[in-house]
């Protein structure tokens, strides 16, 4: 059986009817210019001898002298010895400066597609540059899976693993706790082939590694059978999930839940194994439920009272979607609509403290709508891991790709902070090295390895440069 959770959308072009809406206020709100200041969609000018480069919400642009995309090792390893500074890049979808450079970018995405597959291991060697997507679908074939997803698909392997890119799940860890190693291709050059035993200290940097160590080229996981899930969605009152959050999170393989600002309203979703014949997936209303909560903001945000009251009653209580299908059709979607992101991971046992806290903090403020995320993600070992101290929650908070997220900063990073938060790299983030290292106990080792992998930072920028307290000159 499937279920359309149809019912989730708001409807809100009959809302405006649905009130006598006072007429003043309303004008004024109407009024209200939501862009940020500076919001430009386009790629920066490139001067000759120059090309553009941005990442996917556009807040990250430069101007590098060549964007390679090298089909060998050697070609690899040419364009870096030749460059003054090198940074690689994946699919650009992280929101932090990872990638930018005025020099080379390198992207890996030639380094792509299953190599080998053992089915009765479940060890593969894959390109580094294989989009997860196509990794899925070629594991899939060989009657492989990963163990779990993020909630989109085309981040490349080196992207999301290097960031510590997660899904949720109380047992499942981040994608990159499955690497079994890797070939790097350093500043000098040289190709190194790393595992635990031949390089625990190399391995343990590498899996996380901001792209800061050199570009891999190629990993080895350890890959599962491939599965289907089944999967679940409900409305109910933000309350009522927060209280059920953590029993959830044991129950079901996969639970997560969205809160919608300002509506009292939050929607769970769980995914659990599932064998027999799949119903497929129903088809995705989330962009509809996106504008729904938009239009809300943008009609009644002058007044919060009435934005939850008609919330709440256009909202659907109860499950509205029930469907089964393989696991790389459920768990990853698409997100057509940009945005920018704030994602901190704080330990599990503040994680709801916190989330209030941020919700608090989040609705002081009338014009955020976007819906916020929160998930769950069990421990790995990886030096720059930040999950690798304990279970961690993840409180996502997103803001639309064309209005302010300043706030992000002055408002929400304290909060984050207070409660043990460790920043997604990936995401926006303020932090430099000072406070790094009092969050990660191995940040010096790193950095140590780091300086001797790449003396003469040629894989630093100036965002990397921050992070490590190094000097750059551009
Ligand atoms: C719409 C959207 C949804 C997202 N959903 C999730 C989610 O569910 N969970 C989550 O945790 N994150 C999520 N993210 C964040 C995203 O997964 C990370 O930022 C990830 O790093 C992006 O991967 P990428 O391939 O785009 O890499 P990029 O952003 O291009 O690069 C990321 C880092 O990897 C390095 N790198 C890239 N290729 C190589 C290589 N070959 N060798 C060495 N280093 C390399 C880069 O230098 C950089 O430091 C999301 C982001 C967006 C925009």
Known sequence: MSTTRRAILLGSAGLATAVAIPGVQYAAWSMKDFTRDGYNPGLPPAPDGEVAWSNWSGIQQSTPKQIAVPATEDELATAITGAQRVRPVGSGHSFTGLVPSEHLIVDASRFSGLVSSDAATGIVT????????????????????????????????????????????RTLQP????????????????????????????????????????????????????????????VDTLDNIMDQAMALSEQHRNFEFYYFPFTGMAAGISHDMFEGEVSGRVSDEDEDTLSGLKDLRDIFGWAPWLRRRIAAGSLPHGVVEESSDAYWKLLSTARPTKFNEMEYHIPLENGLTCLRAIIGALESRKDTFFPMEVRITAPDDAWLSPFNDGPRMSIATHAAVDEP????????????????????WGKLHSLGKDELMGLYPDYQTFLDLRATLDPDGKFLNSHLAHLFGEDFDA
């Open 126 to 169: 894959i390109g580094a540059g294989t989009r997860i997507r196509q990794a899925a679908r070629e594991l899939d074939a060989a009657g492989l899976a990963l163990q779990n997803l993020p909630d989109v698909d085309v981040q490349t392997l080196a992207g999301s693993f290097s960031t510590s890119t997660h899904g949720t799940g």
């Open 175 to 234: 994608l990159h706790a499955h690497v079994e190693g890797f070939r790097l291709v350093t500043a000098s050059g040289d190709v190194r082939d790393v595992t635990a035993a031949s390089d625990p200290a190399l391995f343990s940097a590498g899996r996380v590694s901001l792209g800061a160590l050199g570009v891999i080229t190629q990993y080895t996981l350890k890959c599962v059978p491939a599965y289907n899930l089944k999967r679940r969605v409900w």
């Open 405 to 424: 997220y300043d706030y992000f900063f002055s408002v929400l990073e304290p909060i984050h902070r207070a409660h043990g938060g460790r920043p997604h």
